[in-house]
């Protein structure tokens, strides 16, 4: 079962990118989906999840620049990124947990964001 991560490339500084996460339909009863990210040298971090609910949190270091969406009909997730920092520079994973077969987790491969200063 394979996440699809897209989005990511190079941007200017104070530029916008949005990556799109879509789990296939052979996963079910999604409840987090999340961003992750990972710069070189460190460790992943988060940096933004939604429930399906549409309950959110943010890494403070995001806070109203990044903003998370999600199509529960659809299984997306969505991350809007403005104002783009160089240090927003990673590889952006999507994960997902699920509760249709126990508790389910999955990782997408990662998109490379790349901010230029």
């Known amino acids: 079962v394979q996440l699809q991560a897209s989005g990511g490339g190079l941007v200017q500084a104070g530029g916008s990118l949005r990556l799109t996460c879509t789990a296939p339909g052979s996963i079910f009863r999604i409840d987090e989906m999340s961003w992750y990210r990972q710069a070189p040298g460190k460790q992943r971090e988060l940096v933004a999840g939604?429930?399906?609910?549409?309950?959110?949190n943010y890494a403070d270091s995001v806070k109203g620049r990044f903003t998370i969406s999600r199509d529960n009909n659809k299984n997306t997730a969505l991350l809007q990124m403005a104002s783009l920092r160089p240090e927003d520079t990673a590889v952006y994973y999507c994960?997902?947990?699920?509760?249709?077969?126990?508790?389910?987790?999955?990782w997408g491969r990662g998109t490379l964001v790349t901010v230029s200063s």
């Open positions: 939604i429930t399906r609910g549409g309950n959110t």
């Open positions: 994960y997902v947990k699920s509760y249709d077969f126990g508790v389910r987790q999955f």
